[in-house]
């Protein structure tokens, strides 16, 4: 049996290493949107409402996964934006523990609940949330488009 080790870390800055797995890891999660660039991760990395999860495989960069928390009127909230783990990583519970760290940093900054949204054609990673404990909600969710 081989055995292989999982890390997950928040970025605290963006290098080189960083910008090359997400210009890897973004297409393998949306063919429309084009990886972020240099600056744009140093801005989710600096900014106090968003924190870059890293998973890392054996030391090599295999996962990201965005947690973004903010104060509104009925408390702090959490949402779990653009979870990608590389093909060749799936089958090592690197998605279950990205996961699993953002809603522990989500709890451990006072959120009661952490949302996300999955399309329905991503059936492993639907399966994955339920298996986490995450609920589908009775709820609308809409889409403006400001790019009009």
Not at 14 to 20: F, N, S
Not at 72 to 98: C, F, K, N, Y
Not at 119 to 124: C, G, I, V, Y
Request: with cysteine.
């Amino acid at each position: 049996m081989c055995f292989v080790s999982v890390t997950i870390e928040i970025a605290n800055g963006v290098t080189d290493e960083l910008v090359k797995a997400f210009a890897h890891l973004v297409p393998q999660l949306s063919k429309s949107s084009p990886p972020p660039t240099a600056e744009q991760l140093a801005e989710m990395v600096a900014s106090p409402a968003s924190d870059i999860l890293v998973a890392r495989l054996d030391g090599a960069i295999v996962g990201t996964l965005t947690l973004v928390t903010f104060r509104i009127p009925t408390g702090m909230r959490a949402w779990i934006e653009d979870v990608v783990v590389d093909d060749s990583a799936r089958g090592h519970g690197v998605g279950d523990q990205l996961n699993r760290f953002a809603l522990q940093v989500a709890r451990d900054r006072g959120c009661r609940t952490a949302d996300l949204t999955s399309r329905p054609s991503r059936e492993a990673a639907n399966r994955l949330y339920q298996r986490i404990g995450f609920a589908t909600r009775e709820t609308n969710v809409y889409r403006y488009s400001l790019d009009d």
